[in-house]
């Protein structure tokens, strides 16, 4: 930030606090993420990852971009991690991921935990991104302190800011390319265009979300020009062409650096020569995005849950729910606060560059158009799907209640901080109760947590991220041998070590013998809810003389059976 704080706030103290808050979402990260057992999708983000890497086919999990796939197994090729020579182009990246982790001998754990590092870095730099940012905008290292902090200690974003996903790296690339496009409005400068390029370029490359850069790029210049907010139109468009021909450097350098001979001559047979190879990058976008429109409408067969009901088609009212039921409540209030006070302050035509008004409009048309997109989608299995709003509405909300704050008389502006200071307690605090199950943090909206299920389900309460915690309940207990029903990315004999394991599928039809029996949420609550199963679970376990004894984590339910 090169202007003076608007608030007196000293550089020292700033990035004093700054950092305490990075160290301390960094040790809750690494302290809870190292007891989750692996999730149902890093086995395949993983082999999708080497596989891409170091085969450079870069078809292998086609609905995903190669960029972020590719550095989240760094950690693992660089400790010697290959794909084996029993690998052949089309096995299912589920079955190649959990034959690396628990087929060759490895610490499938310690693997796990290393490919999740690259995560971790990205949740890190987001919160530092937000930093940066609110900072610029609002002319307030207080107030960007509190949207960091908002964000560093959000459960969602933790949550999957610990796991081998994409969904953080986007969030952060798409977070950072607006930013730098809202910087290159108000100054247009070669560095910032080349931020804003690279930026672009990565969230495109690590997940199809990312292609939403376009459009809102167009609907912020287009505002901006309707609002004079553009001094030298020439000056400003010959650094944008700057920020798009950057981001093609970059799609070059990674789509033809990654892609092997074999795989451009299997797939592009005439984009071979040199000359050719510099259209791959194209040929490659268009056969992500058709992989995952295809996908997404339609050629899943995810069931989908919602209040109890289940649909293979989605459910329109999805992500509302998801995300009121997700998000913390002081999180959703200072939203809410921020979005009123824009509304009341709308940005003028002409108004001056430094007010943080026009920058608080186009991040919440972001997070508009973005939650528009998702909830026209048939995929509803997770409200990580409309992860990268998230920075963009506490920007947006922060930016808007600094502006209206500063309009304030002075002891109501001391009254509107320290209310502030009382949301931001509340929502560290929800964190810290969470702490280690951030995949199954709901807010008080359900009532208890054991009420969670009967909301949502799958990545959002039980993405199979408790087995290891299931076995240390077993082990604490003397407990030797246990049936087992699991949904995720875990290996059962890996995981319950130690534990004989009777591995099931389904609730029957064969009668279960007697002693301890454990199911994932995820399929407890399918069962009753759907006839993917000839009998509920409720059905079956009672004709079999099971009693519920707890849940361990979020997401195992265990039953004794006499």
């Known amino acids: 930030m090169n202007e003076e704080a608007a608030d007196g706030m000293s550089r ?23 007891r989750d057992s692996a999730t149902a999708d890093e086995p395949a983000v993983i082999a999708a990852g080497l596989v891409k890497l170091l085969d450079g086919r870069l078809d292998f999990f086609r609905s995903t971009p190669p960029l972020w796939s590719a550095v989240s197994v760094l950690p693992l090729a660089a400790g010697g991690m290959r794909v084996p020579p029993i690998y052949y182009p ?64 959000c459960p969602l974003i933790m949550a999957h800011g610990r796991l081998a ?58 505002l901006a020009l309707a609002l004079n907010r553009i001094d030298d139109r020439r000056r400003f468009f010959v650094r944008f062409a700057a920020a798009v021909l950057a981001a093609l450097v970059v799609g070059e350098v990674v789509i033809v650096g990654l892609a092997s001979d074999a795989y451009i001559a ?59 039921l997700k998000t913390t409540i002081p ?34 048309l972001f997070a508009l158009l973005f939650f528009v997109i998702a909830s026209t989608s048939e995929l509803a299995v997770g409200v990580r799907y ?18 209206a704050a500063r309009e304030l008389r002075v002891d109501r502006r001391r009254k509107a901080t320290a209310l502030v200071g009382l949301l931001l307690a509340w929502h560290v605090a929800e964190n810290l109760r969470t702490y280690p199950g951030y995949i199954g943090y709901f807010n008080q909206f359900i009532g208890r947590q054991e009420n969670a299920d009967r909301f949502l389900i799958d990545s959002n309460l039980d993405w199979g991220q408790d087995l290891l915690r ?16 699991y949904f995720g990315g875990a290996d059962v004999p890996t995981a319950m070590e130690g534990i004989r394991t009777d591995v099931r599928m389904s609730p029957g039809p064969e009668p279960l013998a007697a002693g301890w029996f454990a199911v994932s949420t ?7 809810a759907s006839d993917i199963w000839p009998v509920d679970y409720d059905t079956y376990l009672e004709a079999n003389g099971a009693r519920y004894v707890t849940t361990v984590g979020d997401s195992i339910r265990v039953y004794r059976v006499r």
């Open 386 to 403: 409309v992860l990268p709003m998230y920075p963009f509405v506490i920007a947006g909300s922060v930016l808007a209640t600094a502006e």
């Open 90 to 153: 089309d096995t299912d990246p589920w079955v190649l991921g959990r034959y690396l982790l628990y087929r060759t001998g490895i610490d499938s754990q310690e693997a796990i935990f290393r490919a999740r590092l690259p995560s971790i870095a990205a949740f890190l730099a987001l919160a530092v991104a937000m930093y940066w940012m609110v900072a610029h905008h609002a002319r307030s290292r207080g107030w960007a302190l509190c949207a960091m902090t908002l964000t560093a200690f």
């Open 12 to 34: 020292t103290a700033a990035w004093f606090l700054a950092v305490l808050i990075l160290v301390l979402s960094l040790a809750l990260a690494l302290g809870s993420v190292r």
């Open 470 to 485: 299931l076995r240390d309940w077993a082990v604490s207990r003397g407990i030797r041998e246990m049936t087992v029903h």
């Open 266 to 324: 299997a797939n592009f047979p005439r984009l071979q020569s040199p000359m050719g190879r510099l259209a791959l990058p194209f040929a490659e976008w268009i056969a992500n995005i058709r992989a995952i429109n295809s996908w997404l409408r339609g050629g899943h067969t995810l069931p989908q849950f919602l209040l109890g009901e289940v649909s293979f088609g989605g459910f329109p009212g999805y992500y509302a729910v998801a995300i009121l």
């Open 165 to 222: 996903n994409v969904d953080v790296a986007t969030t952060l690339f798409l977070f950072l390319a607006v930013a730098f496009l809202l910087r290159l409005i108000e100054s247009p400068s070669f560095p910032v265009a080349m931020g804003m390029g690279v930026s672009s370029a990565a969230a495109i490359l690590t997940k199809s979300s990312g292609n939403i850069i376009g459009p809102i790029a167009i609907a912020a210049i287009g």
């Open 522 to 528: 995820h399929f407890y609550r399918l069962s009753l």
């Open 331 to 364: 999180a959703l209030l200072i939203g809410l606060a921020g979005l009123v006070a824009l509304i009341r302050r709308l940005p003028r035509r002409g108004a001056p560059d430094s007010s943080p008004r026009f920058a608080a409009v186009i991040c919440f």
